[in-house]
């Protein structure tokens, strides 16, 4: 089955500096990979995908992803980290069934 | 959460009895899944379907029963057999471009 991994529980970063949130996958096949936000008590929102092509992605809310084939990995970076980014981030591949297999999620605190 | 829309928000239960979990979509969207998420644990994956009167079991469908007689809808029952099912439940659609698109939840609280 096609995972992922996140390897961090909590990142945090200080408002206005760069952050990244890892991810790990392990697919057979060509990778289709996103990377979704959970505020509290809410739903997953939806921040980009990479399904083929450039490796590196741009989402929503500034964010942006690198598509790493070597490492099998795709990394969620922002240039400048806001107060505001602080929430659950996940990344998950899809499946075979087109159902999504979720990393366990990263926290991340941007502190002011 | 726009286009989803899954009710109630809070629901509380007694052990041994069936509960129901609204799910409903107004995207135009042939698949449809439900997800469990609990702490530190990720969502895991409970049923999906991708057509009407179709749907495939998860990762964790034991205790849980689906039906999808509509398009726009897709009700989850958390059956008296399942262990433990106090958690925060998602339903997710999705259309051709691959993502899925979330519901706002619903915290289900089995006592």
């Known amino acids: 089955a096609q995972s992922v991994a996140q390897p961090e529980d909590q990142v945090n970063v200080a408002e206005g500096n760069p952050l990244t949130v890892k991810c790990t996958y392990s697919?057979?096949?060509?990778?289709?990979l996103f990377w979704y936000v959970q505020y509290p008590n809410r739903g997953l929102q939806f921040l980009l995908k990479y399904i083929t092509g450039d490796n590196l992605v741009k989402g929503s809310y500034g964010f942006e992803a690198e598509f790493n084939k070597s490492q099998t990995s795709f990394h969620l970076k922002k240039p400048s980290a806001l107060v505001s980014d602080s929430a659950l981030y996940f990344c998950a591949v899809r499946d075979a069934g087109y159902a999504l297999n979720f990393g366990k999620g990263t926290s991340l605190l941007v502190t002011p | 959460d726009g286009g989803i829309t899954q009710s109630p928000k809070y629901l509380f239960r007694k052990e041994g009895q069936n509960v129901t979990l609204s799910c409903e979509q107004n995207?135009?969207?042939?698949?449809m899944y439900w997800y469990r998420q609990d702490p530190g644990q990720g969502l895991r994956l409970i049923y999906y379907s991708q057509i009407v009167n179709d749907f495939q079991k998860g990762d964790i469908a034991e205790g849980y029963s689906v039906s999808r007689e509509k398009k726009e809808s897709f009700p989850l029952t958390v059956t008296s057999a399942q262990k433990n099912p106090t958690a925060f439940y998602l339903c997710?659609?999705?259309?051709?471009?691959?993502?899925?698109?979330f519901g706002p939840g619903t915290r289900l609280t089995v006592t």
């Open positions: 697919v057979s096949g060509n990778p289709y």
């Open positions: 997710a659609s999705s259309g051709q471009g691959n993502e899925q698109y």
């Open positions: 995207l135009n969207h042939d698949a």
